[in-house]
C-alpha cells in the first residue's frame, strides 16, 4: 500500500485565526476591533495564511525524515523479544540416580518458522534427578490432602498449606526411586496458579522479606532433620521461581502417617506466618529449567581496527538478546566490566580485552574502552577519540583483532508456543531421551513496527527516563524488557489492600499483556519484570504496586431485521465479530485500541455498532439487552463499571438472532 505522509500537525487557516484572535486581550488589552477592516486583523490573517502555508509543507515531510528526527532524540526501534519457556527433562534409564544437562543445551521446537527450527536455549545447567514425586500431600495443622493430582494437570490448582496456612502447616513430598536417593543439587520448579478472577498483586521494591517463614525437612527414618537450603527463589511460595538443595545424604525411605507406602520424604513446614492470602500453586515440578527463544554465537571475526572514527562493525546474526543475568569479567589491567548481551574483545597487542557497552557515547572520555550496539541490526560502533575511544591498529592482527566473543541471537513472536510443542533434543546430553514444556512459551515480540515508534517517542520524551507522572508509569510498564505488555493503567493514591480509601505515595499500575486469550491475564513473570523495571525508574518516595486487570464479562442479547437479499448466516457472523472487536480488551473501544479502563458501556454504542453492520435493517424493539456479569441490565440503560476493569467478551458469545423482515410494506 502507498506510503501516507504523517500529519504533524492538523491546525487550519480558520484555527490559526481563532487561536491569536484568543490571545490578544492577555498581551493587549486596548485592541479590542476584531473585524476585518482592522489593520491588525489584517496582518493576524496574513501570518495565518503563512503559517498555514509552513505546516503545509510540514506535513509533506516522508517518513525517512520522521525516522531522522526519531533518531536525532535518541529513539530508535524496539528489537524482537525471545520468548521463554520452563523445559523438563527425563532420564533415559530408571536406575540412573542423576544426570547433568549442559548450559546452552538446544531443544527445538516441533513446528518450525519459515522453513527454520525455533530452537531455545537453556538458561542455566540443570541437575536432572531420578527419583519422582509420587506423592505430594498439603497438610492445614488438622488434615492431609492430597495434592498429586491436581499437580500432574494443567488448569488445576493447589493450596500447599490449606487454605488458611497455621504454623505447622507443611506440604510433603514423597520421592520413589529405584536406586539411592541422590546428594546432588535438587531443583524444584515452582509455578503459581494465574486466577484472572483473582489479579495478582506485586509490591515493587528492593529486597522484601518473605510473607512467611519455610522450613524445609527431610525423614531420615525416625524424625524430620533440617535440609541445607542453597536458595528460596519463590518467597515462601508467594511468587514464581525455583528451590535449590541438596540431597540429603541421611535420607531414608519410610512410612509417615497417612501414607502405606514407603518413599523419600521431604517437607515444607511453616514455622511462622503473615500471608494476606494463602498461596495457591498450579505445580511443583523436577528436572525442570528455563530456556530462552535464542541460539549462541562464539569466537565470531567482526574484523580488524584501522585507526580511523566512529569505525562499525556488524555482527553475522540478528537481533542480539540481553542474556539472563548480566556477566561480571576483569580484564587482565584490573577494569571490571559488565557484559549484559555482547561480549566483545578488542586486541590492541596486548592480549585480548573485553570492552564495555554503552548506550551513548555522552560520558565516555577519549580513554574509555566503550562501545555501542544495535541490537536489532547488530551494529558495533566505536568512539571519535574524544567521546569513547578508538580501538587501536594491531599489526600482528590486522584484519581480525576485533572479535565477538560470544552473544546470543534470536527472538520474534513465532517463539509464542502451546504446551507440548518443544520436544526435539538438538544437543546431546548423555542419560536424557525426552523434554518438553508442560506451560506454553511466552514472551516473544516482533521488531517494533514505524507506526508503534511514533507512538512512543511523545511519550519517551515525557518521561525522560522517570516514571513520575501517570503517563510515565503507563508507558514505561509496555517498555519493561521481558514483559509483553501491552496496554497500561496507573492508578495514583489507589493501594490493593486498602480499595477505598486513598494512600498517599502509592501508584498501582495494571497490566494488560499481549495474549489471545479473551481476558488477557499477566503471569508472575510479566508481573516481576514491569516491577523490576520501574522499581529502576520510580521516585524514592513512591510506593509501586502491578496487578493485573479485574474483568467484567459482557454479552449482548439482540434481534436484528435483515434486509431482503442479505444472507443470514453472514450478517449474524459479522454481528458477533464486530460485538467481540468492539469489547475487546486488546482491539476494543471508540479508537480500536482496546476497551478504556472504568468505560461506561453506551447503550447506543451498541446500536451503532449493529446498525453499521451490512444487511442490518434494524434491530427489534425492546430486543436489544445487555448481560454484565451474567446479571440482564437495564433496558436501553447506560451501563458503568468501576474505574480500572476492563470488559471481556463471554465465553458463551454474544446472543444475536437474525430474521427477514414479515413487514409487507
Given amino acids: 500500500m502507498p506510503l501516507t505522509a504523517p500529519n504533524l500537525d492538523d491546525m487550519q487557516y480558520s484555527d490559526i485565526v481563532s487561536q491569536a484572535q484568543t490571545l490578544i486581550p492577555r498581551y493587549t488589552p486596548e485592541w479590542t476591533n476584531f473585524n476585518n477592516s482592522d489593520p491588525g486583523m489584517t496582518l493576524v490573517q496574513l501570518f495565518a495564511w503563512m503559517t498555514e502555508i509552513v505546516i503545509y509543507r510540514l506535513n509533506q515531510v516522508p517518513d525517512l525524515n520522521y525516522i531522522k528526527f526519531l533518531q536525532l532524540i535518541g529513539i530508535e526501534l524496539e528489537a524482537a523479544q525471545p520468548a521463554v519457556a520452563n523445559l523438563t527433562f527425563s532420564l533415559s534409564r530408571p536406575d540412573l540416580s542423576y544426570a547433568i544437562v549442559p548450559q546452552g543445551t538446544q531443544v527445538a521446537a516441533s513446528g518450525s518458522s519459515g522453513g527454520q527450527p525455533i530452537i531455545f536455549e537453556l538458561d542455566t545447567s540443570l541437575v536432572v534427578i531420578g527419583p519422582a514425586i509420587t506423592a505430594l500431600q498439603s497438610y492445614d495443622g488438622f488434615s492431609y490432602s492430597n495434592a498429586l493430582n491436581q499437580n500432574n494437570n494443567p488448569g488445576q490448582s493447589f493450596y500447599p498449606f490449606g487454605q488458611n496456612p497455621q504454623p505447622g502447616s507443611a506440604l510433603l513430598f514423597g520421592f520413589s526411586t529405584a536406586v539411592a536417593f541422590p546428594v546432588q543439587q535438587i531443583d524444584l520448579a515452582v509455578t ?256 517494533e513496527s514505524l507506526a508503534d515508534a511514533q507512538l512512543r517517542a511523545p511519550l519517551a520524551l515525557q518521561s525522560n527516563d522517570r516514571a513520575v507522572t501517570n503517563s510515565d508509569f503507563e508507558y514505561m510498564a509496555t517498555q519493561a524488557p521481558g514483559a509483553n505488555v501491552v496496554r497500561a493503567n496507573a492508578l495514583p493514591l489507589y493501594h490493593p489492600d486498602f480499595p477505598n480509601g486513598q494512600v498517599p505515595g502509592v501508584v498501582t499500575v495494571v497490566v494488560v499483556p499481549n495474549s489471545n486469550a479473551p481476558n488477557p491475564t499477566p503471569n508472575q513473570t510479566t508481573l516481576q519484570a514491569v516491577c523490576q523495571y520501574l522499581d529502576a525508574h520510580r521516585l524514592l518516595t513512591t510506593e509501586v504496586f502491578v496487578i493485573g486487570p479485574t474483568y467484567r464479562m459482557i454479552q449482548v442479547l439482540a434481534s436484528l431485521v435483515v434486509q431482503p437479499g442479505s444472507d443470514l448466516a453472514t450478517v449474524q457472523n459479522a454481528a458477533v465479530a464486530a460485538l467481540n472487536n468492539f469489547f475487546s480488551p486488546l482491539t476494543g473501544g471508540n479508537n480500536g485500541t482496546g476497551w478504556p479502563f472504568g468505560g461506561e458501556i453506551y447503550y447506543s454504542d451498541v446500536y451503532r455498532i449493529l446498525l453499521g453492520i451490512g444487511g442490518v435493517q434494524r434491530v427489534v424493539s425492546d430486543q436489544l439487552i445487555l448481560v454484565l456479569d451474567n446479571q440482564r441490565q437495564q433496558l436501553c440503560q447506560d451501563v458503568p463499571i468501576n474505574p480500572g476493569e476492563l470488559l471481556y467478551n463471554a465465553p458463551a458469545g454474544h446472543q444475536i438472532s437474525v430474521s427477514y423482515s414479515t413487514s409487507t410494506s
Avoid: K
Avoid at 514455622?271 to 530462552?292: H, V
Fill in 192 to 447: 503459581l496458579f494465574d486466577n484472572p478472577l483473582t489479579p495478582q498483586v506485586m509490591q515493587c521494591g528492593g529486597a522484601l522479606p518473605p510473607p512467611a517463614t519455610v522450613i524445609w525437612e527431610y525423614w531420615d527414618g525416625v524424625e524430620w532433620a533440617a535440609i541445607n537450603m542453597i536458595s528460596d527463589g519463590t518467597r515462601a511460595f508467594t511468587q514464581n521461581g525455583h528451590v535449590l538443595f541438596n540431597g540429603p545424604s541421611l535420607i531414608q525411605a519410610g512410612l509417615i502417617p497417612q501414607q502405606t507406602v514407603s518413599r523419600y520424604w521431604i517437607r515444607a513446614r511453616l514455622a511462622a506466618t503473615s500471608y494476606e492470602m494463602p498461596p495457591q500453586l498450579a505445580s511443583i515440578l523436577t528436572n525442570t529449567a528455563q530456556a530462552t527463544q535464542a541460539v549462541t554465537s562464539t569466537d565470531e571475526v567482526m574484523g580488524g581496527s584501522d585507526g580511523t572514527p566512529r569505525q562499525t562493525f556488524t555482527l553475522a546474526n540478528n537481533p542480539v538478546c540481553q542474556l539472563p543475568q548480566p556477566l561480571s569479567i576483569t580484564n587482565s589491567d584490573g577494569t571490571q566490566v559488565t557484559v549484559t548481551s555482547l561480549q566483545l574483545t578488542v586486541d590492541e597487542g596486548q592480549g585480548p580485552m573485553v570492552w564495555q557497552q554503552v548506550d551513548d557515547f555522552f560520558a565516555s572520555g577519549a580513554d574509555d574502552a566503550n562501545y555501542m550496539l544495535d541490537a536489532t541490526t547488530g551494529v558495533v560502533t566505536f568512539g571519535d577519540g574524544i567521546h569513547g575511544r578508538i580501538p587501536g591498529v594491531n599489526l600482528a592482527s590486522p584484519t581480525d583483532n576485533i572479535i565477538a566473543a560470544s552473544y546470543r541471537y534470536g527472538g520474534g513472536s513465532q517463539g509464542n508456543l502451546p504446551a507440548g510443542s518443544i520436544t526435539q533434543m538438538q544437543s546431546y546430553v548423555p542419560s536424557i531421551n525426552a523434554v518438553t514444556n508442560y506451560a506454553a512459551s511466552q514472551g516473544g515480540t516482533d521488531e
